[in-house]
């Protein structure tokens, strides 16, 4: 079972999100398991106080570096080999590969900054990744942590059905998906492509990998550079790429 311990300010943020659909599930199935802890039960005094103003002068406050030592000390002590984990603009940028990877890990400790920050010196020291889920600023790291544990997540054996699995998703070729259709088959005036209705497997196929290629193509070329692609792939890219300049002149 993989556990994921959480240290935050905040921990009812993550209840209702980890107990519905498939986290809640794998979470009953005993596939992993997520501790909530206060960093305010380590702080110290009367009024638990975690934070303080920034040497320096300046706005806001920094998360004190005691509490927070403290904390990481008490969950490695019973997790010696789990990796603490940063949330921030400033870390490396979350991807699909970085959570295939988090998901080998017995024990993944995410340290959520609220206000400016941790002081540095807990970066220094303590944190063995930092990183980002995407170029804005939040208020604070706990939905990036819920983001990733969402994502680490599907990569446990047993969490997603076997019918839809992490390792074969597209991302997991660096392409985006191809369009999906339900009933009815006419919708707002809108049909379904005939391709999907007409039960030849290898056809639908065909027209799925193009599709998938064409989205990339128009959404996000800057994943073809780093794609999976075959022979096959590349005609199918070549002639998507051929209509484009057409369609331009
Ligand atoms: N992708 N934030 C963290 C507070 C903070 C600042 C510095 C530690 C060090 C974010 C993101 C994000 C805002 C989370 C600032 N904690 N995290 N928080 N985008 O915006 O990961």
């Known amino acids: 079972m993989m556990i994921f311990d959480v240290l935050t300010l905040f921990p009812g943020i993550f209840v209702s999100p980890l107990q519905e659909s498939i986290l809640g599930r794998a979470a009953k199935q005993q596939l992993l398991q997520v501790r909530l802890h206060n960093l305010r039960d380590w702080a110290e005094g009367k009024h638990q106080v975690t934070d303080d103003t920034p040497y320096g002068g300046g706005d806001g406050m920094v998360m004190k570096p005691e509490p927070i030592a403290r904390a990481i000390a008490d969950l490695k002590a019973k997790m010696p080999h789990a990796k603490v984990l940063l949330m921030t603009p400033q870390g490396k940028p979350f991807s699909h590969q970085a959570a295939c990877e988090l998901a080998g890990e017995e024990g993944l400790i995410f340290l959520c900054g609220r206000y400016e920050g941790f002081d540095e010196r807990i970066r220094q020291t303590l944190v063995d990744a930092e990183y980002s889920i995407g170029d804005f600023v939040l208020t604070g790291g706990e939905l990036p942590a819920l983001v990733m544990i969402d994502a680490i997540a599907r990569f446990i054996p047993g969490v997603l059905g076997c019918s839809d699995s992490a390792a074969t998703d597209s991302f997991s070729d660096g392409l985006l998906e191809y369009p999906q ?5 006419v919708f707002s005036g809108m049909a379904v492509p005939e391709v999907l209705l007409s039960g030849d497997h290898g056809r639908i196929a065909r ?32 002639q998507v790429q051929r209509e484009s300049s057409e369609a331009e002149k």
């Open 207 to 238: 027209w799925r990998r193009e599709q998938q290629l064409r989205r990339t193509w128009q959404r996000r070329p800057d994943l073809l550079q780093s794609a999976k692609l075959s022979k096959e792939d590349q005609q199918i890219l070549e």
């Open 181 to 185: 259709y339900t009933r009815p088959a």
